[in-house]
Structure formats: C-alpha cells, structure tokens
Nanobody
Framework: QVQLVESGGGLVQAGGSLRLSCLVS????????MGWYRRAPGKQRELAAT?????GTNYADSVKERFTVSRDRNTVYLQMNSLKPEDTAIYYC?????????WGQGTQVTVSS
C-alpha cells in the first residue's frame, strides 16, 4: 500500500523559511512526477513545484527563485524561502504515474504579515 506522509508545516513570519518533507512508502512503478501542490483558502489546488523524472523540475511562477523541490531516495522535500502571506495554504505531496495519482493528507503552512 502506497502512503505519502507530509511534515514540516507550521506558522512563520513573512520573510521566513520552512522545509516540508514527504515520506513515500510502498512500491510505485514508473513515476512521472513527484512534488508539491497547494490549496490556498478559497482557491483551487495548484501546482507549487515538481520533479519530472528525467527532465528536471517545474515551478509555479509565483514561487520561482524562492522554493526548491528535491528528492532523496523515498523522501521529497520543498525548501521554502522568503515566504509571503500569499503562500499560506495547505501543501500536498503528490506522486504521479501513468495510471495513478497518489496524494498525502496535506500540511498547513501559514505565513503571517
């Protein structure tokens, strides 16, 4: 059974940093992308940053130069620097294959002004 468990969310002041972690357990074959999405209050879930297998990374324009997605074996990270109040959201870890979309339960990030 595949499980994605996020950690590292919390409350931070604007300009601060947080690092999110996502521990991926279980067997997953033919991964296309691994990364992070987010849902801000009153908005739809959107891409934040992903690692594309064999093709680098992809970032939302709003987080470029501030966020960095990385992977170390079965853990995916999101380093978030220079955080802004508009980064406040629930952040979801995602692993996508050709057939399946796996999601974590989400971790809350709140940035105060």
């Amino acid at each position: 059974q595949v499980q994605l468990v996020e950690s590292g969310g919390g409350l931070v002041q604007a300009g601060g940093s947080l690092r999110l972690s996502c521990l991926v357990s279980g067997r997953i074959f033919s991964i296309n992308t691994m990364g992070w999405y987010r849902r801000a209050p009153g908005k739809q879930r959107e891409l934040a940053a992903t690692i594309i297998t064999g093709a680098g990374t992809n970032y939302a324009d709003s987080v470029k130069e501030r966020f960095t997605v990385s992977r170390d074996r079965n853990t995916v990270y999101l380093q978030m620097n220079s955080l802004k109040p508009e980064d406040t959201a629930i952040y979801y870890c995602n692993v996508r294959t050709a057939r399946y979309d796996y999601w974590g339960q989400g971790t809350q990030v709140t940035v105060s002004s």
